[in-house]
């Protein structure tokens, strides 16, 4: 079965978004239940998906916030190159692909995943750290599980951002070729 | 740039005018402008050949080499 080019661009359209809004959620989930919790300490039990830092709260908030910033940060970020995705996909046009704001718009990717994965690495340490000092951290590194695989991506996309940046010369060279 | 387009004066010499010449080449009005005004990049022979058995002139009448000056 060949599927046509256009029933592929509408459907990596509706998955980004997809992701992108599930991402948004678990972000806001994740925001409200650590901010609620400083009101209610209880919240620390279940902050998404079963997360239960309730422990960390009660022997050092510190460390708590910090956690809470760090992963909240992590999945504000991953919403965010999602984000340029999509804008990036809107901005293209198939007649003429390579645009100054297109390629713009992968370098940003690539900057947003590689800063994605950076601030991952630092909160997978943190939390080793953590773990060492005999704190419990419970699951909170399940949020980070993807830090080396948005690194890889950044790379990969950076690659593809220069090499973008020559198909615009090409293309610009072409157009005022008659 | 050293390359000089001088279409116009072959376009005068001939008395032709550019929506004439386009559609004579082939070429959309944009692309002859963009010819015409010296903002091309590269002509292809292609195109060169089209306009010169439209203007019935040598392709040293419409292109001419002035060295960058220093």
């Known amino acids: ?178 | 740039m050293p390359i000089v387009v001088n279409l116009d004066v072959m376009m005068a010499k001939r008395k032709m005018s550019l929506n004439e010449l386009a559609d004579k080449v082939g070429l959309t009005l944009a692309n002859l402008s963009i010819l015409k005004t010296g903002k091309a990049k590269a002509v292809r022979f292609s195109t060169l050949e089209a306009i010169c058995k439209a203007l019935d002139c040598q392709p040293g009448d419409i292109l001419e080499f002035l060295a960058d000056k220093q």
């Open chain 1, 1 to 178: 079965m060949e599927i046509s080019q256009k029933t592929l661009d509408t459907a990596i359209k509706v998955l980004t978004w997809i992701i992108f809004i599930g991402l948004c959620i678990e972000a806001g989930a994740i925001l409200f239940n650590f901010v609620y919790s400083a009101f209610r300490p209880v919240a620390a039990h279940n902050l998404y998906k079963g997360l239960d830092l309730s422990g960390l709260l009660e022997n050092d908030p510190g460390h708590y916030w910090a956690i809470g910033t760090l992963v909240f940060s992590v999945m504000a970020l991953k919403a965010q190159v999602f984000i340029k995705v999509i804008s990036t996909h809107q901005k293209m046009d198939a007649n003429k692909p390579f645009s100054p704001e297109v390629a713009a718009g992968i370098r940003q990717i690539s900057y947003y995943a590689l800063w994605t994965g950076l601030l991952g690495l630092i909160a997978e340490g943190y939390l080793d750290r953590l773990t060492k000092l005999g704190l419990d951290v419970d699951a909170a590194g399940t949020f980070l599980d993807d830090s080396k695989a948005m690194i890889l991506m950044a790379m990969v996309v950076f690659f593809i951002a220069r090499i973008f940046q020559k198909g615009i010369e090409l293309q610009t060279e072409n157009d005022l070729t008659v």
